[in-house]
């Protein structure tokens, strides 16, 4: 079992950036892969990009080149590095990870890009 915390959403003018933390509440040493998805208002929520243990890293083809995925075990956190912000990247972030056949979400965190 594990609990997820985002942070880091907010306001910001198109071209800007952000940095998004999801903060979970154990060891992410042996969970094999974590991921953030994004779900805007009247859309399904999407996947936007997951990072394995071993680093491999995979991107939604709308975000390749902006975003970057990265984790730190010794901090149990992953990031999102979000760079070169569109309005269409308007969106509640959602952290993601699954044990066993069991997946696990954080509470989201908004982002808004807006001028």
């Known amino acids: 079992q594990v609990q997820l915390v985002e942070s880091g959403g907010g306001l910001v003018q198109p071209g800007g950036s952000l940095r998004l933390s999801c903060a979970a509440s154990r060891s992410i040493d042996s969970i094999y892969a974590m991921a953030w998805y994004r779900q805007a208002p009247g859309k399904q929520r999407e996947l936007v990009a997951a990072?394995?243990?071993?680093?491999?890293?995979n991107y939604a083809d709308s975000v390749k080149g902006r975003f970057t995925i990265s984790r730190d075990n010794a901090k149990n956190t992953v990031y999102l590095q979000m760079n070169s912000l569109k309005p269409e990247d308007t969106a509640v972030y959602y952290c993601n990870t699954r044990i066993s056949i069991t997946s696990y979400w954080g509470q989201g965190t908004q982002v808004t890009v807006s001028s």
């Open positions: 990072i394995t243990s071993g680093g491999s890293t």
